[in-house]
């Protein structure tokens, strides 16, 4: 399960779990909650902007990976190994979040691209069962997620998003520290194409 799949669910169980603590509420509070959540995951203009406003900071990133706003207290990073293209901002040395782009002619889609890393990850030894495949909305951009748990602990997330015929390559990886990976993912959830 995805880490915005989680933060839904678990908001949807903290709601679940005050509506029931108060003897005096209706029914239809269960149900305005998820119908505000069922709206909220409509990709909205509303939401995009609310996503935006949870995170302080700068927008970082460029014309060619898109944007997310990166908190104050985050550093810049840099990967030798990546794609020229890459912008990188972290945490500290260990969680990363990596913009980037996979394909701009419009002959490829997030599921095709997040499908050939997948193989690219099996071909490498990790195990299937160690490999999820998923949609993933981010910010109200659809896609594919491309979740990958290592054997050492650490876990990596590749959202590939589809827009204007280009598909983005989100991701973050680090270790499987809830309160880290929430974190990274709070600034995934600003991403935009532009700035």
């Known amino acids: 399960m995805n880490i915005s799949k989680k933060i839904i669910v678990l908001l949807f169980l903290m709601s679940l779990l005050f509506s029931c603590g108060d003897n005096n509420s209706k029914n239809g509070d269960t149900a305005n909650t998820t119908a505000t959540k069922q709206k909220s995951n409509s990709g909205n203009t509303e939401t995009k902007d609310k ?5 302080q900071g ?7 990976v898109g944007y997310v706003t990166k908190p104050e207290n985050w550093l810049e990073f840099t990967d030798p190994n990546s794609s020229p293209t890459a912008v990188q901002l ?4 260990v969680n990363i979040v990596t913009l980037d782009i996979i394909s701009k002619d419009g002959k490829a889609n997030s ?12 071909n490498e030894g990790i195990p299937k069962e160690n490999i999820t495949l998923d949609p993933v909305d981010v910010n109200g951009y659809q896609g594919t997620s491309l979740t990958i748990k290592y054997k050492d602990g650490t876990i990596m997330i590749v959202n590939c998003i589809d827009y204007d015929g280009k598909v983005y390559f989100i991701s973050m ?8 990976l929430m974190e990274m993912a709070k600034v995934i959830e600003t991403w935009k194409p532009t700035k």
């Open 90 to 93: 972290s945490i500290d040395p």
């Open 51 to 55: 996503a935006e406003n949870t995170v």
């Open 173 to 180: 990886e680090g270790l499987q520290n809830r309160q880290t």
């Open 58 to 64: 700068t927008r970082y990133g460029s014309d060619t």
């Open 111 to 122: 599921e095709k691209a997040a499908y050939v890393l997948m193989q690219k990850y099996l």
